[in-house]
């Protein structure tokens, strides 16, 4: 069984800078693509920024230029840099792999996720 671990959040004035953390632990596991999402209340999750296991990066619109998104394959962790942050960006942040699991002669691809850590950006 994989488990995705997140930390990092917490409270922070706007225009200040948070660093999310991610980190995959298990057995018999490769990683292929790692993100974040988030969610706001009364709103739906949605992808905040994603790392292929090539390296390529894909970012919302909304936090393209302040947000950086990096992985470490030797240490199975993703971690999301934020920097100038807005009131907008409160919301609970949500790490995202897909894992190839392998038992046997089976292997198994799915998505997991992390069980969420809450970022508040005070005005």
């Known amino acids: 069984q994989v488990q995705l671990v997140e930390s990092g959040g917490g409270l922070v004035q706007a225009g200040g800078s948070l660093r999310l953390s991610c980190a995959a632990s298990?057995?018999?596991?490769?990683?292929?693509?790692m993100g974040w999402y988030r969610q706001a209340p009364g709103k739906q999750r949605d992808m905040v920024a994603k790392?292929?296991?090539?390296?390529?990066?894909n970012y919302a619109d909304s936090v393209k230029g302040r947000f950086t998104i990096s992985r470490d394959d030797a240490k199975n962790t993703v971690d999301l840099q934020m920097n100038s942050l807005k009131p907008e960006d409160r919301a609970a942040y949500y790490c995202?792999?897909?894992?190839?699991?392998?038992?046997?002669?089976?292997?198994?691809?799915?998505?997991?996720w992390g069980q969420g850590t809450q970022v508040t950006v005070d005005s």
């Open positions: 995202y792999a897909r894992i190839t699991t392998f038992q046997g002669i089976y292997m198994t691809t799915r998505d997991y």
């Open positions: 298990g057995s018999s596991f490769t990683i292929r693509d």
């Open positions: 790392i292929t296991f090539g390296g390529d990066t």
